[in-house]
């Protein structure tokens, strides 16, 4: 390629890498601002969250259409088209994410004027704010192609996993003592759900870092803790 088509596709790339930063940047605020709405019983901020999702969305529209452009103009191949393939599949667990955010917030709207279970949101806040570190790291580590601080990431996963698991059964313990509880209790079992599964898209983000910067796929069992599936509590009375 000429000087000129070089330099044209580098600030392409760049303009993806751009676009994803911002995506992340909004994707770390939603889940920050839901879950804040859940700890205060916000409802007017669980709005602010759910409309700016959109944001969100029109920015993976923009990547995914850019890339396309990008694709079909260059056509690249080896190290220059993982890159683009990468900027898809990052944009796409970001809008995810975005969407989970939301969820968090549909949550406060539904639970209206908070809950009593004050100990299992303060769980769910603590859970957010490890998500939100190993967000903030693996999109750091995009942006400095850093394998290394990927699979870092990567391996936390499974500590995400296990705070679940306890929330899980904590929260199952309360709707089996009152059944006045199932209804919120049932709800920030969703919220803490949707916390863990941003996880998972965080640890997606950082096995494409690793297939990015490798040229293969990350092949070891991905570490997973989440023992939600088997759990069991002790019920009163039970013998």
Known sequence: MTDHIV???DEELAELTERIARMGGLAEKLLTDAVLALNRA??????EVIAMDEQIDVLEREIEELA???IARRQPMATDLREIMTAIKVSSDL???????????KRVLAIRGGTSLR??????????GMALIQLCRVLDSYAQRDVDGALEVWRQDSD?????????RELLTYMMEDPRNISAATHLLFA??????IG????????????????EPLREARPKKDRSSFATVDVPGDV
Not at 119 to 128: C, F, N, Q, T, W
Request: aromatic share 8%; net charge negative; no cysteine.
């Open 95 to 105: 809008e995810r994410t975005g969407d989970l955010a939301k969820n968090i917030a």
């Open 192 to 197: 803490a759900k949707n916390v863990e599964r």
């Open 7 to 9: 330099k044209a596709f």
């Open 42 to 47: 916000d409802e007017s901020l669980a709005r």
């Open 200 to 215: 998972d898209h965080t640890t997606n983000i950082a096995e494409m870092i690793y297939y990015l910067v490798e040229g």
């Open 119 to 128: 100990k299992a949101v303060l769980g769910i806040d603590r859970m957010s």
């Open 68 to 70: 396309v452009v990008t």
């Open 160 to 168: 995400l996993d296990a705070m679940y698991t306890s929330i899980f």
